[in-house]
Each structure stands twice: as structure tokens, then as C-alpha cells.
């Protein structure tokens, strides 16, 4: 069985373009030919999911290519790849001097790599449920997201992520047959939906939500309000998921850039989720939709 959602949002609250390992300095420094993904897996995993989280990457990389980039937020680094570590979650962290205290985020730099942080319980690595591979695409998807706006300097949890968790969804149920993953961040109660829509603008912050969460529901939905206005199902994913963060929507500009990319104030979409609360399912995606058709 899955965790529960609000759980499984939860651990990604951390991400962060801050690094105590780079400077500034090295902005003048040339891009590499070509992004990379570098592995430091530990020991605590078994074999199977060391393999899982090279070949799921590898499989991710083959949808939503990433090349060498310059983030353009004040620290101005070239990013060149991405330093993988992961473990089996225990009594210490094995990459504590390294990474810091990390858990499961994309969060600061090493030798001009972004840092994925991947810490896996033992009832999520041993256990039948999908977490364990759509956590791979979620961390994934946030460096699609730092790529596109070069340096993701945007702080709000709906949008970045809700999109990310609507990614992991997707990915399992595309390549593990589980369809249910998705639905199951539709399936609240007439009474939560409610309550998290009078609250509609705590999920612009980062923080324990009260409510649950339902910023799946609220990127699929604004997906549904897209095609209402003559977008084709694939322009509007891509929209959502690539041209709002090659804006560079930044905390001073979010609702700006939002709506420049959908035509759409902020607050008319937070009113117009009420047309989709008493039937969240109305809003899931075509059956044969699938990652391919927002990024190819």
C-alpha cells in the first residue's frame, strides 16, 4: 500500500539553490559538453535499487533532457550535472560531512553539480508499493525545473511541488502499471477539499498544511481550465510543466509570469477550482496520456 499523501509530500519540502561547497567565482568557468548524473549509492541498498535508480534516471533523461546550464539567480554557477546520493535511512547519515542533513531534495551544490538527496526507509525499499521509484522521478522532475528557470528561484509549494508529485504519478503509472498512485491524491473527502480551498493561499507556502494535500488536484485542474480555453490536452502539460519555468518565475513575479503563461490571474484560477471539487477525477488526464506527449 502507499504511504499516505500528505506523507508523501512532506519529505520534499527542502529545495534549495544555497552552497557552502561552490563560490561565485567559478561562474567565469566554461559549461561541460554534456549534463551528467553521478552515483554515490550506498552500501545499506540492495543491488535491484541501486540498478533502479540509474536505469530510472537514465529513462528520465531520454524524456526530459537537461543540458549544461548557468543559473542566473544571484549565484550565478555553471551547472554541469548532478551528484546522486543515496541510502537506506538508519541510525546516522553516511554522506552527513558531505551533504549536509539531508533527507530527500535537491538541495545545494558540489563541484558545480547539483546535490540529489535520496534517503529511502527500509519499509519503502523492501515494501511492493511504487514510492520508492516515483521519488526518483519527483527529484528528477526539480531538476527539469532548476534547468528550465535556470536556478528555480521560486518558493511556492503548489506549483513546484504539486507538478513535481503530478510527474512521480504519471511515471508509475505509465511504467508500473498503477493508475491508482494518481487517483489517490483525488480521493479526499467533500469536507477536506473544502477546507483547503478557504486556504487556498497556505499552499503558496512551504509548511505543514492543515488540510492534506491537493496540489495534485490543483495542477491537473488548471490543466482542465486550459483546455476549456482551446489548448490542446499536450499544450497545456506543456505549459504548465516547461513554459511557466522558462519564464523564470521568481517570488516577486510568480503570479505575474503566471499570468503571462496562461492568461490567467492567480485568483480567478482559485475560484474556478471549485468547479472541480465535488468530481476530483473529472480532472485526471486521458487514459493513453502519457509523459512523451508533454515533452517531446
Known amino acids: 500500500m502507499k504511504k499516505s499523501l500528505l506523507l508523501l509530500i512532506i519529505p520534499f519540502f527542502i529545495i534549495s539553490c544555497s552552497s557552502e561547497t561552490d563560490d561565485s567565482s567559478e561562474a567565469s568557468e566554461e559549461l561541460a559538453l554534456k549534463f551528467e548524473f553521478n552515483y554515490e549509492l550506498h552500501s545499506s541498498l540492495n543491488s535491484y535499487y541501486k540498478d533502479s535508480i540509474k536505469s530510472i534516471i537514465g529513462r528520465l533523461e531520454k524524456i526530459m533532457p537537461i543540458e549544461p546550464y548557468k543559473e542566473t539567480n544571484s549565484l550565478k554557477l555553471p551547472v554541469n550535472g548532478v551528484s546522486v546520493y543515496s541510502w537506506k535511512k538508519g541510525d546516522t547519515k553516511p554522506y552527513l560531512s558531505l ?52 536556478g528555480l528561484d521560486l518558493k511556492n509549494f503548489w506549483l513546484v511541488e504539486g507538478q513535481a508529485a503530478t510527474i512521480e504519478s504519471l511515471f508509475v503509472k505509465e511504467n508500473y502499471s498503477d493508475s491508482n498512485y494518481l487517483k489517490n491524491f483525488l480521493n479526499k473527502d467533500a469536507i477536506s477539499f473544502d477546507k483547503a480551498l478557504k486556504k487556498i493561499t497556505d499552499y503558496e507556502g ?91
Open 99 to 150: 551533504i549536509g542533513d539531508t533527507d530527500q531534495c535537491i538541495c545545494g551544490f558540489i563541484n558545480k553539480n547539483l546535490v540529489m538527496s535520496i534517503q529511502i526507509s527500509e519499509n519503502d525499499l523492501s515494501g511492493d508499493n511504487n514510492f520508492k521509484y516515483a521519488l526518483l522521478a519527483h527529484e528528477y522532475f526539480h531538476v527539469f525545473q532548476h534547468y528550465n528557470s535556470k
Open 206 to 296: 512551504y509548511g505543514e498544511l492543515e488540510n492534506g494535500d491537493i496540489t495534485v488536484f490543483m495542477i491537473l485542474s488548471l490543466s482542465k481550465i486550459l483546455q476549456l480555453e482551446g489548448h490542446s490536452e499536450e499544450k497545456s502539460f506543456k505549459m504548465i510543466f516547461i513554459d511557466y519555468w522558462k519564464s523564470d518565475p521568481q517570488n516577486s513575479n510568480w503570479k505575474i509570469k503566471f499570468k503571462e503563461t496562461f492568461s490567467l490571474d492567480v485568483t480567478q484560477f482559485y475560484e474556478k477550482l471549485n468547479n472541480y471539487k465535488d468530481d476530483p477525477e473529472s480532472v485526471l488526464p486521458s487514459i493513453n496520456f502519457k509523459l512523451n506527449n508533454i515533452f517531446n
